[in-house]
């Protein structure tokens, strides 16, 4: 397993590599985060061991079972884990979200952003929050409207406890990854609006792009890519 896992992980990093020089980037400007929905610890631990240092988890449930037995496995080997959520969140859910992650990619309502800030408080330290939006006008994907996002970004720069880093999007799937190019580059100008119009803001993150589809996202500006089945393989029970 740590050999095929080192493998998968050199080949995503050396897809963002040419990507990023084809856009005239950096490859270390751009994070990569290991979606483990519905993949086990061990595999999870495998690819840490070969040096992936972000994790992404869609549900809290299982990320609450899955991060102490990844901790477990790990040990006392490297660095800890950053582990981000990048699916819908249940705003019941905000007080376990903010005890498991580092990073939440997905708020998109105020209610949300106001229950992670107060749970978050409780704990003592800031959480990392990007705003989701959905470009796609898919309501199974979740993410606020663009137009709703200037005054959801009022309500979390007045959270003392949630950092505002940036947008995510998820973008309608189709099996030409140039497809994906309006949404990636439609956030890019949503993100540098705002920040023109917001006295102040800025917003440095844009988590985009997934296994098929990330080099385009690296072109767009994508400084997060959610990568998945081309870290893991298949999903377990797919």
Avoid: Y
């Avoid at 105020?110 to 990392?128: K, V």
């Avoid at 993150?205 to 080099?215: F, K, N, P, Q, R």
């Amino acid at each position: 397993m740590a050999d095929g896992a080192a493998a998968r992980l050199a080949a995503v990093r050396a897809r963002i590599a040419v990507a990023a020089a084809r856009a005239g980037r950096r490859a270390d400007e751009i994070t990569l985060v290991g979606v483990a929905k519905r993949q086990s610890a061990e595999a999870v631990a495998a690819l840490a061991g070969a040096g992936l240092g972000h994790v992404g988890e869609n549900f809290v449930q299982e990320a609450r079972a899955k991060i102490p037995r990844v901790t477990e496995l790990r040990g006392s080997e490297g660095p800890p884990l950053a582990w981000h959520f990048v699916g819908r969140l249940q705003t019941n859910k905000a007080k376990l979200a903010a005890e498991l992650f580092a990073q939440v990619e997905s708020v998109d309502r105020a209610e949300l952003a106001t229950a992670l800030d107060r749970h978050t408080g409780l704990l003592g330290r800031p959480l990392d929050v990007l705003l989701q939006v959905n470009l796609s006008g898919e309501p199974q994907k979740g993410g606020a409207e663009p137009d709703a996002l200037p005054a959801l970004i009022g309500v979390v720069r007045a959270c003392p406890h949630l950092r505002l880093r940036g947008l995510m999007t998820v973008p309608a799937a189709s099996a030409d990854p140039e497809a994906a190019r309006p949404a990636f580059a439609r956030l890019r100008e949503l993100r540098d609006a705002l920040c023109r119009e917001a006295g102040g803001l800025t917003l440095p993150e844009l988590s985009m792009g997934m296994s098929a589809d990330l080099e385009v996202a690296i072109e767009e500006g994508a400084t997060i890519v959610r990568v998945g089945t081309a870290l893991f393989g298949p999903r377990e029970g797919t």
